[in-house]
């Protein structure tokens, strides 16, 4: 869950200078775009299955999406803090997550995913993300079609702004000059609309096409607290809306096991892959 750190980076490892109170950045502006920019891996897209559920199906599954790295131009705050200095960003190179989903009706189904507060890499992530889907088959060829909503909340908590690596106390007037890690909490809230076309139906190969609108409310807490005892609790507030388009498909092993990959793109941050596996538990009547 390092990467979900990462994305506050460059806002929130200066606003320790600036001082408490509440940053609300505009649209271009690269606190704003470097929000964006990693909300794309954690959004809840299909990951590669549409095909309409039966009523009473029960299908578990798993993807991983891998984690891209944002360009230089946008690694630099530049309204909730100025420096002239890019951040350091590198990142977990995956972001994994279970998925379990059920057909409530013929067509209609219910997916989650939900990852427990359990410390990996100095993060600790509580994330949890619902899609109610409605999919048909169109004709007799194979063709499907499905409408998809998804919102996804939760916090990833860590010493994002100063890790336990870089704090010091030699120098007062530097960065992170503490003698304890921050604890600070980053909330990818996120709310989106897709539509998709399918081919292949319940074949050895399905495949889909589809594209998306997603409101995004990302907020981010800087819990960092210096060496003479001074609290920085500075608040960045984005309010945003994305474009997204998408294409996946799933090879069928089995009856029961299939495994899965998806492209994920929103245009004006970034694209990702999604790499997985479903496995059927149990087939409506």
């Known amino acids: 869950m390092k990467f979900a750190g990462s994305v506050i980076l460059l806002a929130a490892a200066a606003s320790v200078a600036e001082g408490q109170g509440t940053?609300?950045?505009?649209?271009?502006?690269?606190?704003?775009?470097?929000?964006?920019?990693?909300?794309?891996?954690?959004?809840f897209s299909p990951a590669g299955i549409i095909v309409p559920m039966r009523a009473g199906e029960v299908r578990v599954s798993f993807d991983a999406s891998y984690v891209p790295s944002p360009s230089d131009e946008i690694t630099s705050p530049d309204v909730c803090y100025r420096n002239d200095k890019t951040e350091n960003t590198e990142l977990s190179p995956v972001f994994p997550r279970p998925r379990i989903?059920?057909?409530?009706?013929?067509?209609?189904?219910?997916?989650?995913?939900?990852?427990?507060?359990?410390?990996?890499?100095?993060?600790?992530?509580?994330?949890f993300a619902v899609a109610l889907a409605y999919a048909r088959t169109?004709?007799?060829?194979?063709?499907?079609?499905?409408?998809?909503?998804?919102?996804?909340?939760?916090?990833?908590?860590?010493?994002?702004?100063?890790?336990?690596?870089?704090?010091?106390?030699?120098?007062?007037?530097?960065?992170?000059?503490?003698?304890?890690?921050?604890?600070?909490?980053?909330?990818?809230?996120?709310?989106?609309?897709?539509?998709?076309?399918?081919?292949?139906?319940?074949?050895?190969?399905?495949?889909?096409?589809?594209a998306g609108y997603t409101v995004l409310r990302p907020r981010?807490?800087?819990?960092?607290?210096?060496?003479?005892?001074v609290l920085d609790d500075t608040k960045i507030i984005v309010n945003l809306s994305r474009l997204t388009a998408f294409v996946g498909g799933r090879w069928r092993l089995s009856d029961a096991v299939g495994v899965t990959a998806e492209v994920y793109s929103v245009p004006e941050d970034a694209t990702t892959f999604r790499l997985g596996g479903a496995y059927t538990l149990r087939m409506g009547r």
Do not use: W
């Not at 940053?23 to 959004?43: Q, V």
């Not at 997916?111 to 890499?121: G, I, Q, S």
């Not at 007799?140 to 010091?168: E, N, W």
């Open 138 to 210: 169109i004709g007799t060829g194979g063709m499907s079609y499905a409408l998809r909503s998804h919102f996804t909340i939760g916090s990833v908590k860590g010493p994002i702004t100063c890790s336990p690596d870089v704090i010091q106390v030699s120098n007062p007037a530097a960065a992170c000059y503490a003698t304890e890690p921050s604890e600070d909490t980053y909330k990818p809230n996120m709310l989106g609309f897709e539509g998709a076309l399918g081919f292949g139906g319940n074949g050895r190969f399905s495949s889909y096409i589809g």
């Open 23 to 43: 940053c609300r950045p505009g649209s271009e502006s690269n606190e704003a775009k470097m929000l964006a920019f990693f909300a794309t891996p954690i959004a």
């Open 220 to 229: 981010f807490q800087v819990g960092y607290r210096d060496a003479n005892g």
């Open 101 to 127: 989903a059920v057909g409530l009706a013929p067509g209609l189904a219910l997916e989650a995913t939900y990852l427990p507060p359990v410390t990996v890499m100095d993060a600790t992530p509580n994330l």
